[in-house]
């Protein structure tokens, strides 16, 4: 079976409990030797020092490596600190990277259509994906319901989902929006999920997510090749639905 | 995928393994109020344990954990409906003390469904060191029962901290530190090392990657033991994390089974 990651990362933590993953070289040599055929990478100077300086180093990262897509980090544009006009566009084109990031509460700003409305009206039209880590938002789910009522039409995936199960919260969510997607790494964590998932809803809106280096690959992996539903949505979890939603992002 | 050992390659194309059946030390049955289990039942958990290759689960209700007002009947119904699939841990709850005495002079009358007692002290807003713990612990050290206490790290009422001084008095008993002192990871490995009655016991632990191999590292694979706080936790999302960990084979054997079948031997009749 045929993977595509979504969900990982290079870089270094403050605190390391794990081995981490430093290049892009090496990730895509642990990605071949698991049978991950792609990946849409971030990198951690992007959350823990900064995301301009972060997207730059990432876009460094990954050149060259056709399996992996980036993401950018944003900030809201009134500080001046990061441009998102045409230039982000053309950059985001340039460097291979397919989707954006956002981390609101370690950047220090409120996810909303006051501070994103014209470049979220944008990235809706465009379905550029927008990566929400859940784990890193301290399970904001008022956040989530904001935005996806501000922008219905806003592809967004929801990651880490977390240790406990969250199901109450973000099936309405896939019951509401059309472009609302979950990814694995959490999501698989919890017995009969997934089947749960895909007998309502479908196998469209799930996408595969290591969560690596933070989590291992294999865990996700192994719940999903044996999980209790049929083998065409299997291959649609791991690799089809991914290919399709990076391949209709408009950078 | 290129497979770093047989058993990655078997369980990545079997989903289930004959010659390593696993053996989940800590779960759960039932609903439960802060979230959604697709398989709650005996009879779904059992179905769900013979598509992933379960051969045992050893748990204890929600329903006794939660409330009073409901007690271990549930779990000793689901062990008599599925003797060869479950075990029970006899839960108690400390603020209840005539209720506990009940349990522990009914304990052996239950000897077909009980290994030892299950805590769950911050559920039941207590300490581990509450008093009602007592005739428990005097009990199973006596009888040589295990106990499987919820854990979790830098916590007064069950971190490293209650959990030294229970282990400096009673030595017989078999304690599973459940969750690990999660967080607390250092911790464990200390008291692991310090008390030979000590067990880690995986269920959140797995889907933090590196912590396996430290375990492993520094207090070997034979005293550590595989859960999965089922039906919380996916069976195969945890075989995977196993799987994925940097140790060896045996290792994974001892985790996942082989332990517990030492473990589980004394009450399991053949």
């Given amino acids: 079976m045929k993977f595509f990651d979504i969900n990982l990362y290079i870089g270094t933590p403050v605190k390391p409990l794990f081995k981490p993953v430093t290049s892009a070289k090496d990730l895509t040599k642990m990605l071949n030797n698991l049978g991950i055929e792609k990946a849409l990478v971030w990198h951690l100077t992007q959350?823990?020092?900064?995301?301009?300086?972060?997207?730059?180093?990432?876009?460094?990262?990954?050149?060259?490596?056709?399996?992996?897509?980036?993401?950018?980090?944003?900030?809201?544009?009134?500080?001046?600190?990061?441009?998102?006009?045409?230039?982000?566009?053309?950059?985001?084109?340039?460097?291979?990277?397919?989707?954006?990031?956002?981390?609101?509460?370690?950047?220090?700003?409120?996810?909303?259509?006051?501070?994103?409305?014209?470049?979220?009206?944008?990235?809706?039209?465009?379905?550029?994906?927008?990566?929400?880590?859940?784990?890193?938002?301290?399970?904001?789910?008022?956040?989530?319901?904001?935005?996806?009522?501000?922008?219905?039409?806003?592809?967004?995936?929801?990651?880490?989902?977390?240790?406990?199960?969250?199901?109450?919260?973000?099936?309405?969510?896939?019951?509401?929006?059309?472009?609302?997607?979950?990814?694995?790494?959490?999501?698989?964590?919890?017995e009969g999920t997934l089947e749960l998932i895909v007998k309502t809803y479908g196998p469209e809106r799930i996408l595969f997510g290591s969560g690596f280096p933070e989590i291992y690959f294999e865990s996700s992996m192994l719940q999903i090749i044996h999980a209790d539903i049929p083998e065409s949505f299997k291959k649609k979890i791991a690799y089809e639905n991914a290919v399709r939603l990076i391949s209709r992002a408009e950078v | 995928m290129k497979y770093k050992s047989k058993l990655i390659k078997e369980f990545f194309e079997k989903g289930k393994v004959e010659d390593c059946p696993i053996i989940d030390m800590h779960g759960h049955m039932g609903p439960f109020y802060g979230a959604n289990?697709?398989?709650?039942?005996?009879?779904?958990?059992?179905?769900?344990?013979?598509?992933?290759?379960?051969?045992?689960?050893?748990?204890?209700?929600?329903?006794?954990?939660?409330?009073?007002?409901?007690?271990?009947?549930?779990?000793?119904?689901?062990?008599?409906?599925?003797?060869?699939?479950?075990?029970?841990?006899?839960?108690?709850?400390?603020?209840?003390?005539?209720?506990?005495?009940?349990?522990?002079?009914?304990?052996?009358k239950y000897s077909d469904v009980y290994v030892g007692f299950k805590f769950l002290p911050p559920y039941q807003e207590a300490s581990l060191l509450h008093e009602g713990y007592k005739p428990v612990l005097e009990f199973a050290d006596d009888n040589e029962l295990l106990i499987l206490t919820h854990t979790w790290g830098y916590r007064d009422n069950c971190g490293p901290k209650p959990v030294r001084k229970l282990l400096e008095k009673y030595h017989k008993i078999k304690l599973l530190i459940g969750h690990s002192f999660h967080d607390e990871w250092d911790a464990a490995i200390e008291i692991a090392k310090d008390f030979k009655n000590v067990y880690l016991e995986l269920t959140a632990v797995l889907d933090n990657r590196g912590v396996l191999e430290s375990f492993v590292e520094n207090v070997g694979s034979q005293r550590i033991v595989f859960g999965t706080d089922y039906p919380w936790f996916d069976h195969h999302y945890y075989i995977g994390s196993v799987l994925g960990a940097d140790i060896t084979d045996e290792d994974r054997k001892n985790i996942l089974y082989r332990n517990a079948e030492k473990l589980l031997k004394p009450f399991i009749k053949k």
Avoid: Q
Wanted: with cysteine; net charge positive.
């Fill in chain 2, 37 to 108: 289990y697709s398989y709650n039942t005996p009879e779904k958990m059992v179905n769900e344990m013979d598509r992933v290759g379960v051969k045992m689960l050893v748990f204890c209700h929600h329903g006794t954990l939660m409330s009073p007002d409901i007690g271990n009947a549930p779990s000793i119904e689901a062990v008599r409906k599925f003797p060869n699939r479950l075990r029970a841990y006899c839960g108690v709850n400390p603020h209840f003390s005539d209720v506990v005495k009940k349990e522990i002079k009914s304990f052996k």
């Fill in chain 1, 47 to 190: 959350y823990y020092y900064f995301p301009s300086e972060g997207n730059n180093i990432l876009s460094k990262e990954i050149k060259g490596y056709k399996n992996l897509y980036g993401s950018f980090v944003i900030l809201p544009p009134h500080t001046k600190e990061m441009d998102l006009g045409p230039k982000f566009f053309k950059s985001m084109k340039e460097n291979n990277i397919k989707a954006i990031r956002v981390f609101p509460t370690r950047n220090h700003y409120e996810l909303n259509k006051v501070v994103f409305g014209k470049f979220f009206d944008e990235i809706s039209e465009r379905r550029i994906p927008v990566l929400i880590s859940m784990a890193r938002e301290n399970h904001n789910w008022s956040m989530i319901y904001g935005i996806m009522k501000d922008f219905p039409k806003l592809t967004c995936i929801l990651c880490d989902m977390g240790s406990w199960d969250h199901t109450r919260m973000y099936l309405p969510l896939m019951e509401t929006y059309e472009n609302f997607y979950v990814e694995t790494s959490l999501v698989c964590l919890h």
